[in-house]
């Protein structure tokens, strides 16, 4: 995973949506909200249309709705 602001191999860099916080700008009293990765102790709240994607998927007859999220842990005092 890699936080707004990064740059890939290929050159392009990862920005926010036009409609997001900017890069660089504080929000609510943190610096540079827009470079931030929000963590959620629940996958499922994490899972909500409002944080997650939905992508569709047309398989014959029926068509699937998927969400991609990623699970990451953090080792305690690290």
């Known amino acids: ?11 392009t860099t990862i920005n926010p949506l036009p409609s997001h916080i ?8 943190i610096k540079n909200w827009g470079k931030a990765i929000f963590v959620s102790p ?6 909500d249309a409002a944080y997650a994607e939905r992508i569709l998927s047309n ?3 029926t068509t699937d709705r998927w969400a991609v999220l990623v699970e990451a842990r953090v080792r305690p005092n690290s």
């Open 22 to 29: 900017p890069l660089n700008e504080t929000f609510s009293g």
């Open 59 to 61: 398989s014959g007859s």
């Open 42 to 47: 629940s996958i499922f709240y994490s899972a």
């Open 1 to 11: 995973m890699r936080p707004s602001g990064s740059k890939l191999a290929d050159g």
